[in-house]
C-alpha cells in the first residue's frame, strides 16, 4: 500500500484509531474516538495488553517489577499523596531527580489524583530551581539526593516539602520508601479526570530567557501515544515483511535520555503503557552498558539523542558484537547528520533507522520518517504522524506559501499544549485558534516530507538539550566587566551544537574563559555553561536597526581561532 492507503485502512479497520471530531474552547479538532480519557485510565486500561498484569514491565540495574507491581506502587503513592499530605485535583509536584524508577511511579501517582507533575530540569542550579518552583507554585518536591542538596536554600523560604527518594531520602522532609511500605491503599482511586484537565507542566528554554512552563493535557498526551502507536500498524503495510523476516520480539524500550524531557517521558515510558513494551531504565549514559542492557532485556526500541546512536554503533563496530534485538533506532532532541544514516542501517541491518521531530509543545507528537523512506532522504525530517495533526507552512505574514517554499511551520492537533504557565501573551503569540507556531522555518514537498533548514528562535540544541542564547546572555550580564554579550550556536561533531559566546568587556577589564565559567557556574547548569568564548573591548557587531547582529557575530567569531 502507499503511506495514504495504510491510514486509510488502519483508521477504517482497527476500532483503536476510528476517529471523530471534537471542539475545544471554540476550536474544532480531529481526534480519536476510542482513546482512554485520561492517563490512569490508560495505565489500567492496558494491563490486560501486559500479560493481566504478570509480564515483566520495569527494570532497573537489578531491581524488577512486574506490571502488577508497578501499578501497585502508583497507588500506593497515590494514596499517600492524597491521605497523608491532603493533596488533589489540581496539585502541583515537582520532580526532581535523575532517572530513577521512582519517577515513573511519581509522574502516574500525582496523576492518579488529577494533580499536575511540575518536572524539573535535573540539571539546574538552585536559582534555576528557585525560578520553576515560584512560577509553577508546587509546595511539594519528590527528589533524591543531589537535587536535595540545591534546594535545601530553598525549602524553609518556599514552604517546601519534600520527599527524598534513594540518596535523598536522610535529606527529606519524608523518606519515599518509609511512605509507600507503610500504606495498605487497596483499590486504584477514581478522581473524575477530565480529558483536558492538566496532568504535567514541563521547563522549555524559549526565546525570552527564562524557561517557560509549558501545560500538558491528559487529553494531549494520550492524543500523541495513540498517534506514535498508529505508526507501529501502519508499517508493515507500506512495507510488508518478507517471507523469512524473524517475527517481532516482544516491544521493550531502553530509556537513555532524561525523563525530565518528553524524548524520554512521552515518546518512551507513557509509549510503553499502552504499546505494550517493557521499559529499561539506563542509571547514566555508556555506550557499552547499552549495549548489554539491549542484549540481556532484547530491547527492540532504542531511542536517543544522535550522539547516542553514534556512540552505540562506534561501540558495536570496535567489539564486534550484534543486537539482533532491535528493531527501531530512532533520533530525538536534535538532527541526526545525514552522512550518519546509512552507516546505522548498515550496522542495525535488522533494525528501522528512524528520525522525528517534535517540540515540548506538541508532546513531543510531529514529524518523522524511518526505514527506508528515511534513507532515501537523510536531510529531511519526515511525514506529519497521522491521522489527527494537520500542518501549515506560513511566510512573515501569516498566508500559507507553494509546496517547495521556505515558511515557518505551524502544525495543530489536540496534542498541542493548553498554554504557557503565567503567560498569556506568549501564549497567545504562538497559539493561534488552534495552530501553533513552532519557529522552526522549513519546506513541505509534493509527498508529504518536511525539510527543516533553520530556527526562528535564538535556541542552541546542545546534544538534545536546549539552550536560550537570552538566558546565557542575561546570566554573563551580571559579570561587573561584561558590558554586552551575544551567544551563539558553534558547531560540534559529537553534541551537534554548543555554546559559543561574544563578550564586549569594560575597557581594561580581562576575562579568560575559565573566570567566565567560574562566574557562571551559580547561575546556569553547567551545561548552559559557553564551551567557546570569544572576548573584545570593541561593541559587538550592529544590524541596520542597531540590533546586536547574531548571525554576523557568530560568522565572525566562528573565522577567527578560539
Known sequence: ?????????????????????????????????????????????????????????????DERWCYDAFCNDVNKMAHVLRDRFGLSKGSRVAIAMRNYPEFLVMM??????????????????????????????????????????????????????????????????HAYTALRDGISPGTMLETGIEPDDDFAIIYSSGTTGKPKGVVQTHRGAITAVYSWLMQVAIGPLVTPPGPDTPLMPPASVLIVTPLFHVTASHTQFLYSLAAPAKVTLLHKWDPHEAMRLIKEENVTRFLGVPTQSAELMAA??????????????????????AAQVAKLAETFPMANVATGWGMTETNALGIGMMGNAYKERPNAAGRLYPPVQEIRILDDDGHEVPTGTLGEITVKSLANMRCYLNKPEETAAILKDGWLSTGDLGMIDEEGFVTILDRKKHIIIRGGENISCLEVEGALHRHPDVIEACAFSVPDERLGEIVGIAVHLRDGASLTHAEMADFLKDHLARFKIPEKSWCQHEPLLRGTTDKTDRRAIRAACLGQTS
Open 1 to 61: 500500500m502507499t503511506f495514504e492507503q495504510a491510514v486509510q485502512h488502519v483508521e477504517s479497520n482497527n476500532p483503536m484509531f476510528r476517529t471523530t471530531s471534537v471542539t475545544l474552547r471554540g476550536i474544532t479538532y480531529k481526534a480519536f474516538r476510542n482513546c482512554p480519557r485520561n492517563l490512569p485510565e490508560m495505565m489500567r486500561s492496558s494491563r490486560e495488553k501486559h500479560g493481566n498484569g504478570a509480564a515483566d514491565y520495569l527494570v532497573y540495574r
Open 108 to 173: 502516574l501517582a500525582i496523576s492518579s489524583i488529577g494533580g499536575v507533575a511540575v518536572l524539573l530540569n535535573a540539571w539546574w542550579t538552585t536559582e534555576e530551581f528557585e525560578y520553576a518552583l515560584q512560577d509553577s507554585g508546587a509546595k511539594f518536591v519528590v527528589a533524591d539526593g543531589p537535587r536535595l542538596e540545591r534546594l535545601q536554600p530553598l525549602t524553609a523560604p518556599l514552604s517546601l516539602t519534600t520527599i527524598g527518594v534513594r540518596d535523598g531520602e536522610a535529606l527529606a522532609s
Open 316 to 337: 558495536i563496530r570496535d567489539t564486534g558484537e550484534t543486537l539482533p534485538s532491535l528493531r527501531y533506532i530512532g533520533a530525538g532532541g536534535a538532527k541526526r547528520p
